[in-house]
């Protein structure tokens, strides 16, 4: 006697929770996904060879960096952001720390983080030294005020990048993932 092959036919309605419970982790890791990765880059405005960099403090909104792209005579471009916090305090600095620059940064919850370490990078407060060695501390740019305008000179930041910057910038060419050229 042969065994009669026997099927089972399930319907919607006796399937459904089976799909919902699988649904819930797969929502979950999109949710995840979602908040942890860094959001997407921020327009940058970009500016010319030998442009001074003017903004009217009132167009910044508090807590939100704008960014700016300043070319170099290198080629590359280095970029760097003006934020005012909610007292009216502006901060100008390079976006990328000295010692992570070649992994960039990336803006996430209103800050602006490292690209290799995933951490808000240090601010320095007024009358604080930079420090010398290559840290994830944000290099500022001297800047001048005048009421409501603002106003970064190219040479400031080309004079700043070439004195914090310049030195990580020359051995990471030198020393390519721990190898001569």
Known sequence: MGARKRSLKLTWRQVWPIWFVAA????????????LLPSARATVTALLPREDMTLRAGELQPGVPK????????????????ERDANDHITIAFASCRKCYRH????????IRCGRCSE????????????????????????DRSGDRLKVRASAVRDTFARWYEPAVSQDDIYVGGKGK
């Open 24 to 35: 819930i982790p797969l929502a979950l890791v999109a949710f995840g996904m979602w908040t």
């Open 67 to 82: 960014l700016f792209a300043y070319p170099l005579e290198s080629g590359n471009t280095i970029e760097f952001f003006v």
């Open 104 to 111: 960039g940064y990336y803006s996430h919850g209103g800050q």
């Open 120 to 143: 808000p990078m240090v601010r320095l407060n007024a009358g604080q030294a930079t420090p010398s060695d290559g840290d994830c501390t944000q290099v500022p740019i001297p800047f």
